[in-house]
C-alpha cells in the first residue's frame, strides 16, 4: 500500500509538472513569433547597399531579445526587442563608432518583410529591407567534386580586388599583402565546399578567409591567447575553437574547413577546432547578405600584412 502511495506521488508531481510547462508555453504572447527568426538585412547608404543581420528569439514570458551583425565589426546581443503593431524597435551601443549615442533600429513587419530605418550613432539614418534568412539545411551528405587551386604560384589571375590601394602581389609562389590595403575576392563562386589555406602574419596582425564572402574565420597573431570569438580559429563574432592551437607570428599555419549549408568544421594546424557547428549568420565585413546564394572566397587585406599559399577548393558536386 505504501509502494502505491508513492508511486501515485510521484505520477502526480510529474503530471503537475507537465501541466505547468505547458500552461507557460500558453502564456508565450503568440504574435511575438511572427518577428523571431532570423532576418538578412540589406542598408542602402547614398545608393550604395551594405549588408546586416538580426536575430530575434524570446526570453521567458514576455520578453524579447537578439543580437544583430552591421557592416562592420562583430554580433551584438539585443537587450530587449520591442514589438508591437507589427513595428519592431530596439538600439544597441556604439561598438567601433567614436560616439556615445546608440545604434537604433524600427522597421515594420509587412509582408514578411522588415522596412524601416538604421540610424547610426553618429546620427546617420538609412533605409533597411530585411527578408527571412534561409535554412540552408541539406538532406543529403555532399559528394566532392575536384579541387581546384586558387593561386597559380605566378601571379594574381582569378583574383578581384575590392576597394582602392591593393598590395596584392604573387612572388616565389606566395600571394601576399605586405602592407594595409585593399581586400580580395575569387571571380569563381561556391556553394558547399572543404578549402585547404596555408598562411602567415607578422606579430600582431590580422587578416580573415570569408567564406562564400560572408562568413569570416579568423586569421590572427594569437599565440597564448585564451580561445575567443575574435581570435585565431573563430568564425569571427560568432563561434570560439575549442582550443587555441596557434603557432608563433610568422611561421606557416594552416586551415582546413568545410561548408556544408551552414554547418562548419574548421581543423587549424591539424587539430579540429570547430566540428559540425551552424553559423547563425553573416559576419560583419561580408560582401552582401544573400545567404541562399553561392559567393567568393574573400581575404581581408585591410587589417594588416598578410601571406598566403596552397589555396585550394573542392566544390560539392
Do not use: C
Not at 549588408?51 to 514576455?62: F, M, Q
Request: hydrophobic share 35%.
Amino acid at each position: 500500500m505504501k509502494q502505491r502511495f508513492i508511486s501515485f506521488i510521484k505520477t502526480s508531481f510529474l503530471l503537475s509538472i507537465v501541466s505547468l510547462s505547458f500552461s507557460t508555453l500558453a502564456q508565450v504572447p503568440a504574435g511575438h513569433s511572427v518577428i523571431e527568426g532570423r532576418w538578412d538585412i540589406t542598408i542602402t547608404k547614398r545608393n550604395v547597399t551594405t549588408p546586416a543581420w538580426l536575430e530575434v528569439t524570446h526570453s521567458g514570458l514576455k520578453t524579447l531579445t537578439g543580437h544583430f551583425v552591421g557592416d562592420g565589426g562583430s554580433s551584438r546581443p539585443i537587450s530587449k526587442v520591442n514589438f508591437a503593431n507589427n513595428i519592431i524597435s530596439f538600439s544597441i551601443p556604439p561598438q567601433w563608432e567614436n560616439s556615445e549615442k546608440d545604434l537604433m533600429l524600427e522597421a515594420e513587419l509587412k509582408d514578411d518583410k522588415l522596412m524601416g530605418t538604421l540610424t547610426t550613432p553618429l546620427g546617420e539614418k538609412f533605409r533597411i529591407l530585411g527578408v527571412r534568412a534561409p535554412k540552408l539545411w541539406r538532406e543529403k551528405a555532399p559528394v566532392w567534386g575536384t579541387p581546384i587551386s586558387l593561386f597559380n604560384g605566378k601571379n594574381m589571375d582569378g583574383w578581384q580586388t575590392l576597394g582602392p590601394d591593393n598590395q596584392w602581389v604573387a612572388e616565389n609562389g606566395i600571394m601576399k599583402s605586405p602592407r594595409t590595403g585593399a581586400n580580395i575576392r575569387t571571380v569563381q563562386t561556391f556553394q558547399d565546399f572543404k578549402l585547404h589555406a596555408e598562411f602567415r602574419v607578422p606579430k600582431e596582425s590580422n587578416s580573415g578567409l570569408y567564406l562564400r564572402g560572408r562568413y569570416e574565420i579568423q586569421v590572427a597573431d594569437s599565440k597564448g591567447l585564451e580561445p575567443a570569438k575574435d581570435q585565431l580559429g573563430a568564425v569571427y563574432g560568432f563561434i570560439a575553437p575549442l582550443e587555441n592551437v596557434a603557432k608563433e607570428a610568422g611561421e606557416w599555419q594552416t586551415y582546413d574547413i568545410e561548408l556544408v549549408g551552414r554547418n562548419i568544421t574548421v581543423t587549424l594546424n591539424g587539430k579540429t577546432v570547430i566540428y559540425k557547428a551552424e553559423i547563425p549568420g553573416i559576419t560583419g565585413g561580408a560582401l552582401d547578405s544573400n545567404e541562399g546564394q553561392a559567393g567568393p572566397i574573400m581575404i581581408q587585406g585591410d587589417h594588416g600584412p598578410v601571406e598566403y599559399r596552397n589555396l585550394v577548393i573542392t566544390p560539392a558536386k
